[in-house]
């Protein structure tokens, strides 16, 4: 069989295509789990209380709290203020894209923002501590985008 | 009239000669011919190979000593040592008196010869640097010291003879302490190790129980500051090498990091962490005062003093992103240097004084790079993947640091390795380590 120049170009064109849309697939996926640079999904997630996630995510760079972020800690300043004997630790972290000092100071500041917004929220600073493991103890080992915005978290953990 | 035809002859011929064969060895451009060198085995007698070889379990002593000098100076990239097999003279005739046809027959420029005996407990190393070409003697030195220590005899040697042939101090007899890491990504064990500057006489000085980080030496002594998450609070510590004492010195309530020796070793330098802000701060040492030295709502961190002690430079977000700073040792006369694309980190004041070393992160790739340290003159060492953290060697020609490969979904092909880099760019190699290997630090010299 002999395939003239329209048969090939539609070939061609049809390969093309399926590749396309492999690749929309692919990234589909990424985007409904990353918006603006915050992890978005629930693979990493645990709950303190059903319905109370235990932590909230963070852009590159930032330790600002997004609307997701903030529903999710009124949650818990909620499940707080109801279980008023338990204390927590907010683990801040980072991701590996960053040099090892800076990241420990803005894991840091991620879980005191954290703190911060469960403090304007009724809950008493002694009954919350602060610790930051900058780049050292990521959820996600991989070395790509979804898995830095999985690390790049304050987790809140109950002290006692 | 005829001494004097005969004086100007000597002067003509004898003159000129020897001023074009003085060995030197440009250290200030990347080396593309390094000098051939031929590094005798040491002489030693049966007796004193069958004592050492019981004491200490080393076998030709002289061959492994002459080992020693010839990797140390292989890793300059500044010398090409010669193949031992090629040698036409005995290693004690040679060093005696050599045959110096026979060594530039082989192209050696320089030759080292040397000796070891064993004396009352005692071994006493002497060693020849010669200059081929001008047939003369450079150098002669003797050393005595407990048979343990021949490794280090075989640094010092190496130190000598880099001093003699580029005129500057060595690097040689130092040591390196860093992070030994093992496990998964997530789980990351870590301990302090320290190991010579070639990698051998490897110690573990943690156990691996809580995570520790950033170990750096006092430059005037073998004491090291680190951060350790003992009983999970993140503090800076002081560890003596020698006696395996830990005490915690950054006992605030929030987390100390970023720890530094003041160029004295009197005052540890640090940030400390509190309600989301990070500032510098020093601790002297002896009286426990410590001074507030940065006051600003951004993070302030990885702070390194001049050698001078009159400045610091330091990691700043102030202008919104990372870059570097910086400032008098009291804190005033803040100023931004690094005006690059991208984000700039762990500024390290080279103990010359002149260059600020850093990482860089630009478009996704890290660099370790140097600049003046007014910020002019910046020039990318090496690009990678990831790498950060560099650290001077002593005479600031060379700079150590990490570098980590990426891994896929499951964490497989991730590293972390020390490497190091001169100053010229040139001559990057991997600084062999039996772990994974993290935040490396320099020695200063252990001798002089």
Known sequence: ?160 | MKTINIITFLIFIIFPFKIYALIEVDITRGNLNPLPIAVSSLYSDKNTNEVLKKEIKVDKIGYEISKVIENNLKATGLFNPLEKKAFLQEPDVAHLKPRFEDWSLIKAQALITGKVEFKNDKVRVEFRLWDVLAAREMMALAFTTVPNNWRRIGHIISDKIYERLTGEKGYFDTRIIYVSEAGPKTQRIKKLAIMDQDGFNIKYLTLGNELVLTPRFNPTNQMVTYLSYFKNLPRVYLLDIETGIQEVVGDFPGMTFAPRFSPDGKKIIMSFAKDGNSDIFTMDLENRIVERITNHPSIDTSPSYSPDGKFITFNSDRSGYQQIYVMKSDGSRVKRISFGNGLYGTPVWSPRGDLIAFTKLHKGKFYIGVMRTDGTGERLLTENYYQEAPSWSPNGRVLIFYRETKSNSDGEGFSAKLWSIDLTGYNERQVITETDASDPSWSSLLSN
């Open chain 1, 1 to 160: 069989m002999i395939f003239n120049k329209s048969t090939y170009k539609l070939i061609l064109a049809s390969i093309f295509a399926m590749l396309l849309s492999a690749c929309a697939q692919q990234s589909a996926k990424i985007d409904s789990q990353i918006q603006g640079d915050v992890y978005t999904g629930t693979d990493t997630v645990e709950y303190l209380a059903d319905g109370v996630p235990d932590r909230v995510f963070f852009a590159t760079n930032e330790s600002v709290l997004t609307t997701a972020s903030r529903e999710t800690l009124r949650k818990q300043a909620a499940w707080l203020r109801k279980n008023s004997s338990i204390n927590v630790v907010l683990e801040g972290h980072a991701d590996e894209r960053g040099t090892r000092e800076y990241n420990l100071a803005l894991g840091e500041r991620r879980a005191n923002a954290a703190k911060d917004y469960l403090m304007t929220y009724g809950i008493s600073e002694n009954r919350i501590s602060v610790i930051s493991y900058g780049k050292e103890r990521p959820v996600d080992s991989g070395s790509n985008p979804l898995a830095w915005s999985k690390n790049r978290r304050s987790v809140t953990v109950k002290a006692n």
